[in-house]
């Protein structure tokens, strides 16, 4: 009577942990539910029904309307990029947002912004070299001498002179150099022997100097010119990769945050399931099924997850600060305290296939590096032109043409009859010089060369060596260009595969999690192997995940490679659109 009494109780209890166990198994398969990976079926990643209007402009490709702010915790998000757990004070971003605010407020943008900038000064420096310069000269002197000539008188020489004088000069771009000169003089002495007294002198001069050899043409003169405008070019270049350099790094942190999100929740469900074992454990050591020793197995393995889950959360904690620090948002501000939230998902979108030999010559026609080094070889061909026309030899031709007249008061001279004739006002003076009765002129030809030249073939040569020498830059960075789109192209395949590999994998390791658990159930399997396969799910989940976004940014380094980030953005660049 006493062992069926036994007996029977044995049998209810273990009913009873039956009943207890299916209740558990039920209540993880409903918390797994909302995990980000279905861990039910082999299925790949689902997009949602109605894309956010974020995910319609990426996946257009276009980018368009004035850059909106970053959304705070407060604003209604969109229905479709909801999050799973909307956090109080935080600020959410859609990666539109961190690209457009990026634009916005990113420090290394806006210092090389300046840079281009400074480019167009100085083509306005280079040009002013060729503006014309007007001039204005007015002097007055006195001057008292002493005179020992025996015909001074007095001995005692005083004098006084006003000069007012404009002038007008300009060289223009094929060289020539022109001077224009009006000088007005009023002379006046205490010499007995001054005809006109004070004297009114007027002058008008014209001096014309052309280079015929070195120094002639347009070319050789612009050269300052040519170089200045391509530097420019080479500075928008410099911009535009710095552009696309920023807007890659947002990317990537952006699903780095991402990434570290969801894989802390991967981490804390690995957490929940390490607890419910030990629960069951307990239970099954209160009823005598399981030695005390597998409880320690169980809180051992629960500890170790929950250090994952801290360094999940300092990870966020890193790839947030990072973001912050691109988007250029000050830490101790207000939203520097706010936790972000991305509002984007990661996608596995099979796309067309990578046509490498298109794909090389488009990265060879946009990117800014290549582009840059090619103008930088024509302001090297430039200088080897102008040092060329440096070793000729300096064959000007000048002119000088002039008109001069006088006037004043005329005074009688004690040794000679009568009195001077061209005594009147200083107007009587400009009407003699504009007469043209009275002029000069002067023509001829200058020439020199430095024997020997060595100067001028020495630049030469230098010139023509630097330009070999980038020549071989250009080679080199075209074969680096051509490994980095293969390198690119390849990566996209190899992540593609992954991930396939990774969906296997994490099914696989979800199933033989489910069959081990209902081994132990019945007894036939211990709690460090179920521990174990709820590890390996928790990997496989990562790996999947974290294959995802390897392939997400293995495309943003293809568009980086091939330079259309700009493109797949609609960023417009104020350089493309200028004539």
Not at 164 to 183: A, I
Not at 371 to 389: G, R, T, Y
């Amino acid at each position: 009577m006493l062992i069926r009494h036994s007996a029977g109780s044995s049998a209810f209890l273990l009913f009873a942990l039956f009943c207890l166990m299916i209740f558990l198994s039920i209540e993880v398969s409903a918390q797994e539910s909302n995990l980000y990976f279905a861990e039910s079926a082999l299925k790949p990643l689902k997009k949602k029904d109605k894309s956010s209007a974020a995910d319609r402009v990426f996946d257009n490709g276009k980018q368009k309307g004035s850059i909106s702010k970053a959304r705070s915790g407060k604003s209604t998000p969109k229905k479709s990029a909801r999050p799973d757990i909307v956090l109080t004070k935080t600020l959410q971003l859609s990666l539109k947002d961190v690209i457009e605010n990026t634009l916005k407020n990113n420090v290394a943008i806006a210092v090389q912004q300046f840079q281009s900038q400074i480019r167009k000064e100085e083509i306005i420096t280079q040009e002013a070299d060729f503006d014309p310069v007007l001039a204005f000269e007015a002097r007055a002197n006195n001057q008292r001498n002493l005179l020992s000539s025996a015909f001074a008188q007095p001995p005692l020489s005083i004098t006084n002179s006003q000069n007012l004088d404009l002038s007008f000069n300009q060289k223009l771009k094929t060289g020539t150099e022109y001077e224009l000169k009006f000088e007005n003089t009023r002379d006046e002495t205490n010499s007995a022997f001054a005809g006109l007294n004070p004297q009114f002198t007027t002058r008008f001069e014209a001096n014309l100097t052309q280079p015929l050899l070195k120094n002639f043409g347009q070319d050789v003169n612009k050269t300052n010119i040519y170089i200045a405008k391509n530097n420019l070019d080479i500075s928008d270049f410099d911009f535009k990769n710095k552009v696309i350099e920023v807007v890659t790094d947002a990317e990537n942190v952006y699903w780095d945050l991402v990434f570290s999100r969801e894989d802390l929740k991967v981490q804390q469900k690995s957490v929940q399931r390490a607890k419910d074992l030990e629960r069951r454990v307990k239970a099954q050591v209160e009823v005598g099924t399981l030695a005390p020793l597998e409880i320690l197995q169980a809180q051992s393995e629960v500890a170790s997850r929950e250090e994952a889950v801290i360094q999940a959360r300092k990870l966020i904690q890193d790839n947030q600060d990072n973001l912050k620090n691109i988007l250029n948002i000050s830490f101790d501000s207000p939203e520097g305290m706010k936790e972000i939230q991305p509002l984007d998902s990661p996608k596995f979108l099979l796309e067309a296939p990578v046509l490498l030999k298109e794909s090389i010559l488009t990265a060879l026609k946009k990117r800014p590096d290549y582009l840059s080094k090619k103008k930088e070889l024509d302001n090297k061909n430039i200088q080897v032109k102008f040092n060329e026309n440096q070793l000729y030899p300096t064959l000007d031709l000048v002119a000088s043409f002039g008109l001069n007249g006088i006037s004043g008061d005329a005074q009688s001279v004690g040794f000679q009859p009568g009195i001077n004739p061209f005594g009147g006002s200083f107007g009587r003076s400009q009407e003699r010089a504009f007469s043209g009765d009275f002029s000069t002129w002067e023509g001829g030809l200058v020439f020199s060369y430095p024997l020997g030249n060595r100067a001028a073939k020495s630049r030469l040569a230098v010139s023509k060596l630097e330009t070999a020498q980038l020549l071989m830059d250009i080679k080199d960075l075209e074969k680096t260009i051509v490994v980095e789109v293969r390198e690119a192209a390849r990566q996209i395949n190899t992540d593609k595969k992954r991930v396939q590999a990774a969906r296997v994998a994490r099914k696989l390791a979800e199933e033989k999690l489910s069959a081990e658990e209902k081994k132990f159930e019945v007894g036939l399997s211990t709690s460090f192997n179920v521990l174990e396969f709820q590890t390996d799910l928790a990997e496989e989940q990562s790996k999947e995940l974290k294959a995802i976004i390897d392939f997400n940014k293995s495309k943003i380094n293809l568009r980086k490679v091939l330079a259309t980030t700009l493109e797949k953005y609609d960023i417009q660049m104020a350089s493309d659109s200028s004539p």
